[in-house]
């Protein structure tokens, strides 16, 4: 359970959602055995609605793990939407790679391998979207990198914002991650403030963020 909202809430707003198709629950589930840390279920619908709703056509993610939220993602677009997804884990990209082959997403996603914050800072390209789902410290980091890359009136979406309760009291803090609380609330009020963003922050899964760049 991700700490954030009481059980019995989650498993109640959980069981209202309806099973993925066949591949994509038995893809779920090997991840989840696997123990890779994909989006958590109701993430995982509220991005679809989003990207259904905004008729979102491109997206760039960062922190692909084994592929999973990038299925959901081109799947949710259909057959003319892309997806950029960057990830520094070889283990990881390879396993992705299968993935997404076995899918037969690979004509709608492309792998980018190697670090975000490198990649992002050459990407001369702009997005519908952008899902923020890599190393929680770094957010802050790529901010500006990703507003770049965002077009006016696209989502900036960044996942784990509340990272287990800690970014919300220190009561939760672990020491050794203090660093990550630190830079995670300065990412937080950064977009709740931003000039060029309007910022709702949720508490699903482990903490959402929604940040519409202004037209
Ligand atoms: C939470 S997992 C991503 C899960 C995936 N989005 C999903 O829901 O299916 C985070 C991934 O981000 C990758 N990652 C973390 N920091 C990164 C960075 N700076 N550059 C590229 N990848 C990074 C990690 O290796 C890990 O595989």
Redesign the pocket.
Known sequence: MSEIVQDYIENYIRGLIPENEPRIEKFRNQ?LKDE????HKEV?KHIELLICSHKIQSIL????????????FALAMGPQGQVD?????LK?VVQADENITDLGLKNQINLII??????LTKLDKSYDMI?L???KG?YIHLLDDCLRCLKPGGLLIS??VLYKGMIATNELVIRRKITIVKRMRAYLETIANHPQLLTSILPLGDGLAISWKKD
Do not use: C, L, Y
């Open positions: 991840a890779i840390p994909i989006i995982q993610e960062v922190g692909t793990a084994v592929g999973f939220s990038a299925s959901v997804t960057i990830e520094r884990n990881m190697g670090d975000a914050q490198e990649n899902f789902d890599g190393a770094h996942d784990n």
